[in-house]
């Protein structure tokens, strides 16, 4: 068999992204995975792809250009894809404040609605604790378990790219590449390992200090299956996590009122999603902890913070688990991507923290532009 053009390790959502842009690119591609299917942090996530989570400027234009690229690959490949937006509820003034401050920063794509507009739009969000919302266009719910099974397929038809499942990189040496099953070269590697950054390359994840983050997430089954959320949902708690909102004068106060009113929160990293697919399961999440090596145990306490605190945002206090999970993925302590060319031939390209499903696309299209200029 010829040698490929470009070898990718791990058929996450950022591997899979660069052998799009690659064979895009009009060059020959070949993806190895350890694993006989996807199971890293693309298929653990909430399939939100999140531009309003991303800071204005290059992290923005990034995401949104990601969007563009998954419509486009989730039309051709007949893949679930919903541009229902993004709400963002206010449960304190300060909040809504917040809100307000990020609104007038980007009024081309949001909007504020008062409490009953909200319930009136979206009859699930409790209106309870409700000071107001912010409706954003710019986020595409995807299926992260629909997409990453059969997205390979789709890039094998459509574009050749040749996949090798259950087979594990245990070394790359300039354009030679070990597996355990046999020697290959290429004329460029591409490294994306997700989380597991052990095997290739350790002293280089090493040196730039990167950790592990793990997530505690579930998905709920309303008891009336036709139920639909019709948006994906955030809290007042999701405004201290993204670096989208600390531009806002606000900022301080809200991380502040959370530390306050929310400790035991923002100890465990928690703020609280919900998002939707073709079933009427609802995925929800998340919380956050760091480490090298962090224990595969959940804690049943962070699971009840975050469904008591979605119960404050939509009516879901019937609403029955159906399953949980953790997942993990490789973040830099600083970097919001991390890339670096190791050699003529081998780039690593990793550690897209909790926005991989949201930055992938767009940063593989610059990637390998690079690579081809
Ligand atoms: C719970 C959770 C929720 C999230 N929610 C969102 C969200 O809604 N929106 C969003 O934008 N982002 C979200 N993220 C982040 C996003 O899922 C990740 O950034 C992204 O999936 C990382 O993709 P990846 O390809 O780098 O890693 P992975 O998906 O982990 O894939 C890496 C692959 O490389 C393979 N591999 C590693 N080493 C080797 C080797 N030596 N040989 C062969 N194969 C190898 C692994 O087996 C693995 O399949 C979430 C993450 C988690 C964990």
Known sequence: ??????????????????????????????????????????????????????????????????????????????????????????????????????????????????????????????????QSALFSTTELCVNPREALAQLPNFLNTEYGIRFSFGETVTKIDDNDIKTNLRNLSASKIFVCPGANFKILFPDFFTRHGVQQCQLQMLRIEPPMPETRLQIMIAGGLTLSHYLSFRDCPSFPLVNQHHSD????????????????????????????????????????????????????????????????????????????????????????????GGAGMTLSFGWAERNIADLTQ
């Open 1 to 130: 068999m010829a040698s490929p053009d470009l070898v990718i390790i791990g058929s996450g959502i950022l591997g899979l992204a660069h052998a799009l842009a690659a064979a895009r690119a009009g060059m020959s591609v070949e993806v190895i995975e350890s694993t006989a299917a996807p199971q890293g942090a693309s298929i653990r996530n909430f399939g939100m792809v999140w531009p309003i989570g991303q800071p204005a400027g290059e992290l923005r234009d990034t995401a949104l250009r990601s969007r563009e690229i998954w419509l486009e690959v989730a039309d051709q490949a007949s893949l679930f894809n919903d541009p229902c937006g993004s709400l963002h509820l206010a449960l304190h003034p300060i909040e809504a404040k917040l809100l307000n401050e990020f609104q007038s920063q980007n009024p081309n794509t949001t909007t504020i609605l008062s409490p009953e507009e909200t319930v009136e739009r979206f009859p699930l969000v409790n209106p309870d604790d409700l």
């Open 261 to 352: 009113y929310y400790p035991e929160f923002m100890k465990r990293g928690i703020h609280v999603m919900a998002s939707q697919h073709q079933s009427s399961e609802v995925t929800i999440g998340d919380s956050h902890t760091y480490g090298l090596d962090l224990p595969p145990f959940t804690e049943e306490h962070t699971d009840q913070l975050i469904l008591g605190y979605l119960a404050k945002m939509i009516q879901s206090e019937t609403w029955q688990v159906s399953s949980r999970w953790l997942g993990n993925y490789s973040k830099h302590p600083t970097e919001p991507l991390l890339k670096e060319q190791l050699s003529d031939a081998t780039t690593i390209c990793a550690s897209p």
